[in-house]
């Protein structure tokens, strides 16, 4: 049996590796235009689109820079924090009738900032914070925002502190969702706490109504999935699916890999050997799929399915940072190797043959004690629906890790790296096209045409 | 005394209104002009008995003192004119100098300081084989006789055609050079006004003083003479002060009135003249009247006290030099442009005619000429205004601004409204005689030809030596546009010869509004055997000084004078019909087709090599220009190939320009040599490779080369063979690095596009470092040591051209012409691509023929290379930087040697 199963897991990474070679022809990619962006000094760790046209980046240097996608023109550096940047957001609020897009920064320098990014004017900022904040989240519809630290802060759009909880561990709050009833997800270390909003009159205050304490590891990633559902992923592969109303268990899901296979009988080889990284470190949903970078694999499930839809074991060389479920089925990774994968789900050809190899994860529904249940091999193939995750193409420019990226639809992509620089991947073609347009407006504007 | 001067035709036009307008043909921009070739002689079949070695410029003065003499040369006199007398040489070119106005009895009233106009002229002395673009200017010293000093900058060359072609680019820089002297004469002459005013106020008050004590005093008579000395003193200053106001207004006069000239034609004695200029301006300079003739040496004013420093006696002083009459920055600027200037009018006539018709016409390719043209063909000499005379269709490109306060004139109108008489003074010795030989020469043999040079050629020659001839002005020059030109010609008053002019003066016809503020004047020439009326009679519309012409090699006025020691260079030139080609060297009975270039591909056809004493590989010379992307680089690149100055059988003296500007002239000689050794790295490329095309094609298509290798020399030379294929990514990079040891960055992909590599970088004792193989889908990589290519597989047919085995080119120049040739097709196509405007928008419903060639005909390959050149043009012309790096997902293929 464990013979079969090793014997498997080899077959399987071969034919992995194989597909991951995709080779120099890559006739889905589209990107055969590059744009180098340089002007940060350090790592570059965070992307916000701020309109069509601009989006921020903001990194280890303390600097926030604005871009013209387009033209990859450096529009303006907004200077103010002396140490590195933990989180940005972009915050859309309404003046006079007008949609105004600023940007709210949070440093490590306990300071908070709101940036103009028209101006580069930093109108807003508080500095003498407690400690720094790890995440932001911007409650449109309260017109009020979230800071995340070791406590939780609520401000108004003027900057001013509404209510805050109490000191909470040194862990701190990394990741806060928004649920519906004005109540809040925010994921602290192992727990996921569930703060309330009370508002009345103008007076906000919060408290925290519930301690779900089911991962078993540091919770990574909390996102939004879709209006009932959240999800949670943990250090050691645990994805929780949660109902946003009455916080329950949706789905478990504990991401194992090959891993359970070994237990017990080669548990000496094991701590010996470089474990296999299966720690969630971030996900992206599109309502309906979620994606999760589980160490250097990728895994999507369908939420409404409650069913694993298809995975990669080993997608990149190293640990996927950032992951984003597009519209048409295509999904892209980027990696500590350096690399941007786009990825497109595909139907098998062959159903059975691709499943059994490899995938020992536990599928189960309602808690982890059915994590156990059975030789995985047996049931992967009773999935339905599974698919393949197929690589389409990679971008390969970065000489460091590519921390994450945003898309801009046609405009192009742009990917924000370790090696201090961002890129811009456009398609080519297009870009042509609109250089050609260009050209030929320039002309009639010279009446030379 | 002169005897009969040298009368040369120095142009011939062919009339171009034989041209059949064919709607094929290229714009005018665009097209060519025939060589100004003259029939009976290549420009490097003729002899130069010139014992100079190569071209100079000299610069000499007319010192009231020993009479004209030599200042300097550029190059310094040891370089450039070996036994060349420049004494002799510059008592010729100083003897015909219009404007010097020198002596006059003493007592007119106020001075007048003669802002007069330089004079360009073309003079040729024969006998030693030299001729000479000359520029007179003024200098103002105060201490000198008039306040003038006048001076004369020649550029001095054994060729008269170069001569001729490039006077109005002489003209242009020598007036900057000129302007520039002047500018720092009147800024020191300023200030030595008004020390002397100084000087003289001073001078006045001790006058002063002493005629009030001596008044108390007695004796009469000294005080009479104090009385007289005070007057003299105060007439001093007011005409100093005078002189103070004219020379510190000249500038702003001169800009508030481009037209504005005030030329002072005559410098007869006692010759009062209203001046027009003046009264129509406001009256500026001066009074109404004025002589503007002082009092000099002959009648010494009186002694001053030490303090004022006039002299009585200047013969005693040594006369200021250069550096003292100019500022010194000025006078620093001014050797510096003769310096450029000598350098930029290095070489052969020929190369200097075809580097700028090619520039003339790359200037006209904006769009795309950034692309493998070479940057300095393009940008350099921006100083340098092309305009190649007698030719005719390439559009002149606006003159660059000179200097502010020279004002030159820019449209054809103001060339020629600025017609107008000068009397020519010449020594007051040989007054007489000179006199009388002021006259208009024109073509009097080629009477035959009149219909047809509607205003032909005018010779015009003044001799005041025995063979010194004008052979052209700038007027002339300027004015080709024969059309016009006759008509202002016919409404110019009529020709008059100095003589005609003395009569004029006394007539009160002496001063002449020019509206155009520079080098008009022109020098008459003068010829016993052709008087003024019969060439009226003969040549209605040829005005003595104005020399209109046309510059064809069809037509050739040549004038057979008796005492003639200059051959006609180019004279008589047969008629050539006018739609033979493109050629222009035509002489049908000895012409025979020497070399064929034709790949098949290849639009460069030709040539008719002359059958006699030149070998085939003349024939480059002769390959039109019409059919060659960068005729300049026509120019051989070493002294082995087929350019010889004017020929191998000339006397050694005769092959004196062209193997000087080989050490010296970095910029062409450079560009020269560094062509032929582009070229021939580039052919041992081809020859080492068999898979080259594959490595040219990555060039082509943008993506980026490595040559990899271990040993420095081998990978730049092979960086420098593929350079050959590069097109730049615009007008400001080139992208080539050739030799690199530290890791390759991103940013380097973007700015580089050939790379040479150094393989020892990386510590690592594989194939590749690691960088190159991180990035290997962007670069393609030549290993120099394995001696194996890694890139993209080119199947298409564009580039096969450039890389055919058999073509048998031995000469690194010729392949890179070659290249040039066959990339200057692709950069049509590609511009083609880039404009045609249902390319872009393909909905449209009628698609071009051209479109639909593109997308079914032009392999895949190809298109590429199209592709990524109409990018490039596309981002120059948005003016754009490329900061894009654009790449394709193309299967590598490695090729092994």
């Known amino acids: ?449 | 005394m002169i005897s009969s001067p040298d009368l040369v035709a120095y142009t011939k036009e062919t009339d171009f209104s034989e041209i059949v307008k064919d709607p094929s043909v290229l714009p005018e921009e665009l097209s060519v002009p025939l060589y100004p070739y003259t029939g009976d002689t290549t420009p490097w079949s003729k002899t130069s008995g010139a014992n100079f070695t190569k071209d100079f410029i000299l610069l000499s003065e007319f010192s009231e003192q020993v009479g004209p003499q030599p200042l300097l040369t550029v190059p310094p006199e040891t370089k450039a004119c070996g036994t060349f007398d420049l004494n002799h040489f510059s008592l010729r070119i100083m003897s015909v100098d219009y404007q010097t106005s020198l002596t006059g009895p003493a007592g007119c009233g106020s001075l007048k300081l003669n802002f007069v106009e330089d004079s360009k002229v073309v003079l040729g002395d024969s006998r030693e084989g030299a001729f000479a673009y000359v520029h007179h200017l003024t200098l103002y010293d105060l201490e000198a006789r008039g306040f003038v000093r006048p001076l004369c900058l020649a550029y001095v060359s054994s060729d008269e055609n170069k001569i001729i072609q490039q006077f109005q680019q002489l003209s242009t820089e020598f007036s900057k050079v000129s302007e520039c002297l002047k500018t720092g004469n009147r800024k020191n002459f300023a200030n030595e006004l008004e020390i002397k005013l100084r000087d003289l106020e001073h001078t006045r008050v001790v006058l002063l003083r002493e005629i009030e004590r001596e008044d108390k005093g007695s004796c009469p008579t000294p005080l009479a003479n104090k009385g007289d000395e005070l007057a003299s003193v105060e007439k001093f200053i007011q005409e100093y002060k005078s002189l103070l106001k004219q020379v510190t207004c000249y500038q702003t006069r001169k800009l508030r009135d481009s037209e504005y000239s005030p030329y002072e034609p005559d410098d007869l004695p006692h010759s009062f003249e209203f001046d027009l200029d003046d009264l129509r301006h406001g009256q500026l300079a001066g009074p109404v009247l004025e002589c503007n003739v002082f009092p000099c040496t002959d009648t010494p004013s009186h002694s001053l006290k030490p303090i004022n420093s006039i002299s009585s006696c200047r013969f005693d002083k040594r006369l200021k030099t250069l550096e003292e009459l100019c500022d010194d920055y000025f006078h620093q600027q001014a050797l510096q442009q003769l310096n450029s200037i000598e350098r930029t009018f290095r070489g052969d006539a020929c190369h200097l005619y075809s580097q700028q018709l090619c520039r003339n016409l790359l200037r006209n390719l904006k769009s795309t000429n950034f692309l493998f043209e070479d940057p300095c063909d393009l940008e350099e000499e921006v100083g340098l205004q092309i305009g190649i005379a007698g030719q005719h269709s390439v559009r002149q490109p606006s003159f660059l601004p000179a200097p502010s306060i020279l004002s030159a004139p820019v449209s054809l109108e103001s060339y020629v409204s600025c017609v107008e008489m000068v009397p020519i003074k010449l020594e007051l010795g040989g007054s007489k005689t000179e006199m009388e030989n002021g006259g208009v020469v024109s073509a009097s043999d080629c009477q035959e030809n009149v219909e047809m040079c509607v205003s032909a050629l005018m010779k015009t020659s003044i001799s005041s030596g025995d063979s010194i001839e004008v052979l052209g002005t700038e007027k002339s020059f300027r004015s080709q546009d024969s059309n016009i030109l006759m008509d202002t010609a016919l409404q110019r008053p009529p020709p008059m010869s100095t003589t005609a002019v003395l009569e004029g003066l006394n007539q009160g016809r002496v001063t002449t509004i020019r509206t155009c503020s520079e080098d008009s004047i022109e020098v008459l020439c003068t010829t016993e055997s052709i008087l003024p009326e019969d060439l009226r009679a003969s040549y209605p519309c040829a005005i003595d000084e104005e020399s209109p012409e046309q510059e064809t090699d069809e037509k050739d006025i040549s004038h057979n004078q008796e005492d003639k020691q200059v051959e006609c260079v180019y004279s008589v030139g047969n008629k050539v019909p006018g739609d033979h080609g493109a050629t222009c060297m035509e002489e049908p009975q000895d012409f025979y087709p020497a070399v064929t270039l034709t790949p098949p591909d290849c639009p460069m056809t030709l040539t008719l090599g002359r059958s006699s004493s030149q070998d085939a590989c003349h024939a480059s010379e002769l390959i039109p220009l019409s059919l060659l992307d960068e005729p300049c680089r026509i120019v051989p690149d070493d002294l082995s190939d087929c350019f010889s100055y004017r020929s191998t059988t000339a006397s050694t003296t005769s092959e004196c320009t062209f193997p000087t500007c080989l050490p010296k002239n970095k910029r062409e000689g450079g560009t020269r040599r560094r062509r032929g050794r582009v070229g021939r790295a580039a052919l041992q490329f081809l020859r080492q490779f068999p898979f080259a095309v594959h490595a040219v094609f990555s060039l082509l298509c943008g993506r980026t080369l490595v040559v990899l290798g271990s040993e420095e020399a081998a990978v730049r030379r092979l960086v420098t063979a593929l350079s050959v294929y590069m097109p730049h990514l615009s007008r400001y990079r080139d992208g080539i690095q050739p030799w690199t040891s530290t890791p390759l960055q991103l940013a380097d992909l973007l700015n580089w596009k050939l790379i040479g590599f150094n393989r020892m970088c990386c510590f690592t004792y594989t194939n590749m470092p690691h960088c190159l193989g991180h990035y290997s889908r962007y670069l393609s990589i030549l290993d120099v040591d394995q001696k194996t290519l890694r890139c993209p597989v080119y199947s298409g047919t564009l580039l096969n051209p450039l890389v055919e085995p058999r073509s048998h080119f031995k000469r690194g120049n010729t392949y890179f012409m070659f290249a040039q040739s066959v990339q200057s097709k692709l950069v049509t196509t590609a511009f083609l691509l880039t404009f045609s405007h249902g390319f872009h928008t393909p909905r449209r419903p009628r698609e071009s023929t051209w479109t639909q060639c593109f997308h079914s005909e032009i392999h895949r390959d190809d298109k590429k290379i199209l592709n990524y050149l109409s990018e490039l043009i596309k981002l120059h012309f948005m003016e754009v930087p490329p900061n894009v790096l654009r790449f394709s997902y193309t299967t590598n293929s490695i090729f092994k040697l």
């Open chain 1, 1 to 449: 049996m464990l013979r079969w199963i090793l014997g498997g897991r080899e077959a399987q990474g071969t034919v992995e590796s194989a597909a991951l070679f995709i080779g120099e022809e890559q006739p889905k990619n589209c990107f055969t235009e590059m744009q180098v962006l340089k002007g940060h000094f350090d790592i570059v760790r965070f992307l916000v689109q701020i309109d069509d046209l601009r989006f921020a980046s903001a990194g280890d240097d303390g600097l926030v820079l604005i871009w013209n996608v387009e033209t990859g023109d450096h529009l303006i550096e907004l200077r103010g924090h002396t140490q590195q940047i933990t989180a940005m957001i972009s915050y859309t609020f309404i003046r006079g009738g007008n949609a105004h897009t600023a940007l709210i920064t949070a440093s490590s320098d306990r300071t908070l900032s709101l940036w103009d990014p028209d101006s580069g004017n930093r109108v807003q900022n508080i500095s003498d914070l407690q400690s720094p904040v790890k995440c932001l989240l911007v409650l449109v519809r309260l017109d009020v925002w979230l800071s995340g630290g070791n406590e939780l802060c609520v401000w108004n759009r003027d900057f001013e502190l509404q209510c805050k909880t109490v000191h909470h561990s040194d862990a701190g709050i990394s990741a806060m969702v928004e649920l519906p009833k004005n109540f809040i997800a925010a994921a602290m270390d192992k727990e996921i706490v569930i703060f309330k909003l009370n508002l009345s009159g103008s007076d906000i205050a919060v408290m925290a109504m519930r301690h779900l304490a089911d991962h078993q590891d540091t919770i990574h990633s909390l996102i939004h999935v879709n209006d009932g559902l959240f999800a949670s992923g943990s250090h050691i592969g645990e994805l929780i699916i949660w109902d946003s109303v009455d916080w329950t268990i949706q789905a478990y899901e504990h991401i194992l890999w090959e891993e359970p296979a070994r237990d017990g009988q080669s548990e000496f080889k094991l701590n010996h050997q470089k474990p296999i990284e299966r720690s969630i470190q971030h996900m992206s949903s599109d309502g309906e799929y979620i994606v999760a970078a589980v160490g250097s694999g990728l895994y999507v499930y369908n939420v409404l399915m409650k069913s694993v839809v298809a995975y990669r074991r080993i997608a990149h060389d190293s640990n996927v940072l950032h992951t984003v479920l597009q519209q048409d089925g295509c999904l892209m990774s980027c990696s500590e190797d350096g690399s941007v994968r786009m990825w497109e789900l595909q139907d098998l050809p062959l159903p059975a043959e691709p499943a059994s190899s490899g995938f020992f994860g536990m599928f189960g529904t309602f808690g982890r004690s059915s994590k156990q249940t059975g030789p995985p091999a047996k049931k992967i193939p009773e999935v339905p629906g599974l698919r393949s995750l197929e690589l389409i193409g990679d971008l390969i420019g970065h000489s460091g890790a590519v921390q994450m990226f945003l898309s801009f639809k046609e405009k192009g992509l742009v990917t924000c790296s370790t090696d201090h620089l961002l890129i811009v991947w456009k398609d080519g073609e297009f870009q042509s096209q609109l250089r050609s347009l260009a050209v030929f407006q320039k002309l009639q504007e010279n009446q030379e045409l």
